[in-house]
């Protein structure tokens, strides 16, 4: 599967963006999807995962409540809806496929990746 991640930009502290993780070459039927950040000089760290039946979702404790994962089939794309941006949200997001919702949270698992879309917080 084919990942792409859009939707980054430039945004004030409190506002909000949309990420989109779109599949093509197949769906994300039977994959565990996840978004990752990285700011410069820092470790990927886990932000949100969502299963392949888009029941179960998870997240990081510093985004809950401010972020949202969802997906929809019928488009193969997973949004990640980001709300009351803090500047400590700045950092390229990376959406990826994981085989199993167990390793969602872990990087190493994941066989496929997007190419990143950045997100700056700022005033």
């Known amino acids: 599967v084919q990942l792409q991640a859009s939707g980054g930009g430039l945004v004030q502290p409190g506002g909000s963006l949309r990420l989109s993780c779109a599949a093509s070459?197949?769906?994300?039927?039977?994959?565990?999807t996840g978004w990752f950040r990285q700011a410069p000089e820092k470790e990927r760290q886990f932000v949100a995962g969502i299963d392949d039946t888009g029941v179960l979702t998870i997240y990081r404790d510093s985004v809950q409540g401010r972020f949202t994962i969802s997906v929809d089939k019928a488009n193969n794309v997973v949004y990640l809806q980001m709300n009351s941006l803090k500047p400590e949200d700045t950092a390229v997001y990376y959406c990826g496929a994981a085989p199993l919702w167990r390793f969602v949270k872990v990087s190493s698992k994941y066989r496929h990746w997007g190419q990143g879309t950045q997100v700056t917080v700022s005033s």
């Open positions: 070459g197949r769906t994300f039927e039977n994959y565990s």
